[in-house]
């Protein structure tokens, strides 16, 4: 088992592709080097010589010009072939060998016999000296396939250090290191600048195939047990027991031509990766998990490998020349492997659908746009321009609008309308009982995600979050509820991704927000409901208790008619809207000068600007402002002995400003230090402190004063300058 520990295969995988990596360069820059640029030419005889490195040892031939003849040999064009594959039968393949060891021999001389043509100078020829070649020189396809071939191993054992148990694992991690063998090895004779051993060519050529059909063959054993195993393991060897051989004949050149030989195998191998990949869809259809796996792993093949075959494999099977350089084709085999790791690791396997849908629409698209385009200037004999417009345009306005109908077809999923769902979060935190709300809340997350299973958890669940590969959806206590797991959304046909995670917790997010309002509004429901109680308790039935131990009609029809004002200030608050600052001074004014009246006192409150203030009082200042006046003129009627009172009430910078002057017989000190005597005066200046108002009582020469200071808006709401009084200590009566 300790074979098999993750670090032991990360380990051994990074040695391994060390070692791999070096090998291909070492045989790559080993052959003799001379230093040209070569391409073949349109004329069947000649060979063009583009360019020349400038520090290699031809520096000095002028290009371009053509290449006629290496010593003895006359150069051919099939002298450059890539892939000695291309070549309809093996007799030709053969001869290639040959003449590519007569040339390899050649340039292993120390000086080398160039036959060259060019328009300036005529014919010539000239000796160059080979060297060895440089980092510099190597092609940009070499690089590909040499980081193609270590990127797949890598990453198949990177895999296999995850799953090293897994039997899907290891034979993904055995296709990788399929596509680093034919890779690599193709990248060596395929970079090759004119030339290399035919002997070694035909091995490396071998190495090239067994790779190719080993990777296909991994391939299709991949899907024959993973997502689930359709076919017992030991029928695996049915798939070596097939194409072993046929690659063996290949090698032997048995097959009748090249392309049944070598072509025809991978195109066999390719067409059972598909028909292996559909089997699973169906069997797993009922299962999200794997479907989503299956999807991507089966979009990265078919897409990728079937990209190489259609533009490599299947021209030559139809005698025509490949579509691109096969030394770049193998990038495709790199993006395989970086999407079949994200499908066997299960990396984020819940949002795996959308890319492959994505991924496979795309690409979808830009086949179509190509093969629209192909048969506008084939059939029709259309310029390129115009052929390439109208595709546009055919793709735009046709396959773009299908993209939306599949999407909400087979990825999307219907759910209400955004305004829906706000309207239900609202209706979840408007519930009246908690039951309720819980109730709600779990009725919103089925009709958002359809899930099979709505479960309380344990847990401690902080945020919203996706486990088990995305079947189950976790929420934190919100509305009521406990932690909640949703499991298998749309009756498990789908899986939980990143979108829904995120929706999910926005609609957390709102409920929460709209909780807090809620409670804050039941907090200043009961804290007005106390209120409202506490001043029916302190006002009312304090004047009405007193009223039970009166002797005198008089004095009880006194207490009555003060309880009934107070009744009607604190029912006038609570029916109406916030009442103005005017209409409150006015009414108070009446009041006053009716009860005073009524005692023989005159009053004298002149009409100011203030009169006319439409500042809206809510209602607790309003309640303090006319209790605090009332009080201070039931004072005057009960004790003051005064014949006359003056009152003055102004607004400047949000505050309000009363003074009530008496000439009666003035306030006793010993009432002002707090005896029981003075149990209204006391009262008035707590009621004042209670809204950040200040009351200051005080003799004078000729009765008493009360300077009273409320504050009726708030401090932004006009001179900014203006400082919110503070409640000030003021002595207890």
Known sequence: MALWLPNRIMQGGLLLCAVAVALTLWMALRQPWLGLGLNPSSDPALIRLVSTHPSGPSRDIAAPAQL?????????????????????????????????????????????????????????????????????????????????????????????????????????????????????????????????????????????????????????????????????????????????????ADILRLTPTQAIGSQLPTLIEMLLIVVAVLVQLIVNRRDPRARAALTWLGLSVIVCAGAFVSLIIAPVLIQSAPVMQQGYAFGFFLLIYAGLSLGVARYRLFDLSEWAFRIGFYTGGTLLLFAIDAALILLLQLQQTTSLGIALLLVGFGYLPLRGLLWSRFIANKSPADHEIFRSVIDVSLANTAAERSIRWRNLLSKLFDPLAIDDIGENIASVGIRDEGVELLLPPVADTPALAIRYPWQGRRLFSTAHQDLARELVRLLRYTE????????????????????????????????????????????LRDAIADIRTIVSGLSTDQPLLGQVIAALRHEAGERLSAAGIDLNWPVTATDDSEIPLDYRIYRCCVSAIRETVSNVIRHAGARKVDITVNETHGLLHATIVDDGVGIDPTQVSGTPNGYGLRGLIQRVGGVNGTAIIRPSAAGTVIEITIPVVPRHAHDPRAATPSTMASPRV
Do not use: C
């Not at 690089?143 to 296999?160: D, K, S």
């Not at 799953?163 to 090895?185: E, N, Q």
């Open 516 to 559: 807090e309002s809620r409670h804050g509004y039941e907090r200043g429901s009961t804290e007005e409901r106390n209120r409202i109680a506490r001043d029916l308790h302190d006002d009312v039935g304090a004047r009405l208790l007193s009223g039970l131990y009166k002797t005198k009609i008089g004095d009880t029809h006194t207490v």
């Open 68 to 248: 006629i003849a290496v010593g003895s040999v006359i150069l051919e064009p099939d002298d450059l072939v890539e892939e000695p594959d291309m070549f309809e039968t093996y007799e030709q393949t053969i001869r290639f060998l040959q003449r590519q060891t007569a040339l390899s021999n050649l340039l292993q001389q120390p000086g080398v016999n160039l036959q060259l043509r060019s328009d300036a100078t005529g014919q010539s020829a000239v000796t160059v000296n080979p060297g060895r070649r440089p980092f510099t020189d190597l092609p940009a396809a070499f690089w590909v396939q040499l980081l193609t071939g270590a990127g797949a191993l890598l990453i198949g054992m990177f895999v296999l250090a995850l799953r090293p148990a897994d039997i899907a694992t290891r034979l993904f991690a055995l296709s990788g290191a399929m596509v680093t063998l034919a890779a690599l090895s193709a990248a060596i004779y395929s970079s090759r600048e004119l030339a290399i051993d035919g002997s070694s060519f035909r091995v490396l050529s071998a190495l090239n195939h067994a790779g190719s059909l080993g990777f296909g063959m991994a391939m299709i054993a991949l899907f024959l047990v993973y997502p689930r195993r359709l076919v017992p393991l030991r029928a695996l060897w049915i798939v070596p027991a097939i194409f072993v051989p046929w690659l063996a």
